[in-house]
């Protein structure tokens, strides 16, 4: 597997969406403050604190295994840089110096004497998939959240401001690049996975999770609008079940127990919002359970809605936020279909042997208990 010049430019595109969506959150906090919206405020801020600190820590964890696997000694910068939320900015420093170099000038030269040890371009599309992953975790931490609140804030004065449609717009494009791009390195990364190839089977995975996840935050948006602890509940409730679907599965993301747990939180808080494979097994029966549920509370939420006294919202305005919700879930479902069904990488393999019983595949990259579907 080669890293190329085109997986260069796209490593740089990352990093320029990574600091641009940084840069909004923060300016959307400033402007709450200043319009003394302060409880928005502090909860954009805590979203931002949430998200960074879970990848703070788990870019840490990792960088101690790389060093104790090299056999070199814990080096404490590394721990400062993390403390002051440098650590995603560090991984992207040697990754894209490292990247530049295998694309650039080291192209097809091969190290004879470590070639069976170091490959470089595998090298580097390991780090890119250190990073695609702390992404996608800071994405799903804050960027959710954080579209949820925009949404809301959105609906609740029926117009917005320029700021407030910057947030949006970057939110979605963090979301759905973090998603697509993290689907696309892992396997790329995993030497027993089939690659995701080809622009149609890359949007359609981009839209089946983009318009699955538009048609949640709404619902979950209007029915913050019925009643905010309902809605708590509701969120905090699918949170917990998540977190308990991921100890029934018993992932071995992390090697400390501590940092085990941590994962198995953000995975039930990721499981909130849209359907992963946590362990790289058959989830087909998991998923249409999953979808199914969706399907019946964004249902139930609509429903309630309309038989609600409560008027919030003229019903013209209403009709329209529900024809936005019911589309793109159906969208959502369609291409997930489409995509499942024609554009699947692994559809056409009929069996695939047991690790155990059958010939063992050497993963050495960390993400191998952790697959997005």
């Given at each position: 597997?080669k ?29 709450f ?16 604190l ?8 788990f870019?840490y ?16 910068c ?8 440098g ?8 990754a ?30 390991d ?22 609140l ?14 407030q ?38 949007f ?16 979950v948006?209007?029915?913050?609008f019925?009643?905010?602890k309902?809605?708590l ?5 699918l ?22 747990l ?24 998991p ?22 006294p ?11 936020i ?23 990488p ?7 042997p ?20």
């Amino acid at each position: 597997m080669k890293y190329t010049k085109l997986n260069f430019m796209l490593s740089v595109l990352g990093i320029i969406i990574y600091i641009t969506d940084l840069i909004v959150d923060i300016g959307v906090s400033v402007r709450f403050f200043c319009e003394g919206r302060n409880v928005f405020g502090i909860l954009t801020v805590s979203f931002m604190l949430f998200g960074t600190l879970v990848v703070q820590c788990f870019s840490y964890s990792w960088f101690k295994a790389d060093l104790k696997k090299a056999g070199q000694e814990n080096q404490h910068c590394f721990l400062l840089l993390h403390c002051l939320q440098g650590g995603v900015f560090t991984r992207y420093w040697f990754a894209l110096k490292k990247g530049y170099h295998v694309a650039f000038k080291n192209s097809s030269k091969t190290n004879n004497f470590m070639e069976e040890q170091i490959d470089p371009h595998k090298e580097v599309i390991d780090r890119m998939t250190d990073l695609s992953m702390l992404r996608l975790f800071e994405t799903y931490l804050e960027g959710c959240p954080q579209l949820v609140l925009q949404l809301y804030t959105f609906l609740e004065h029926g117009q917005a401001n320029f700021s407030q449609y910057a947030a949006i717009t970057v939110s979605c494009c963090a979301i759905s690049w973090s998603t697509v791009d993290y689907q696309v390195a892992l396997r790329k990364s995993l030497p027993d996975k089939n690659l995701l190839n080809g622009f149609c089977p890359k949007f359609t995975y981009l839209f089946y999770k983009l318009f699955t996840l538009l048609s949640w935050m709404l619902s979950v948006v209007l029915l913050l609008f019925l009643n905010v602890k309902i809605a708590l509940f509701l969120l905090l409730f699918l949170w917990f079940l998540g977190i308990l679907w991921a100890f029934k599965k018993q992932t071995q993301f992390c090697a400390s127990i501590s940092m085990e747990l941590l994962y198995r939180v953000v995975v039930g808080f990721i499981l909130t919002f849209t359907f992963f494979n946590i362990k790289g097994q058959n989830t087909k029966c998991p998923m249409f359970c999953y979808y199914i549920v969706r399907v019946l509370a964004t249902v139930g939420i609509l429903v309630v809605f309309w038989i609600s006294p409560v008027s919030i919202f003229n019903s013209d305005y209403f009709m329209s936020i529900s024809i936005a919700v019911a589309l793109t879930l159906v969208l959502g479902i369609i291409f997930l279909i489409v995509y499942y069904g024609t554009f699947h990488p692994d559809r056409n393999e009929e069996t695939i042997p047991d690790e155990i019983d059958g010939k063992a595949v050497q993963r050495d990259c960390r993400m191998k208990y952790f697959l997005m579907e």
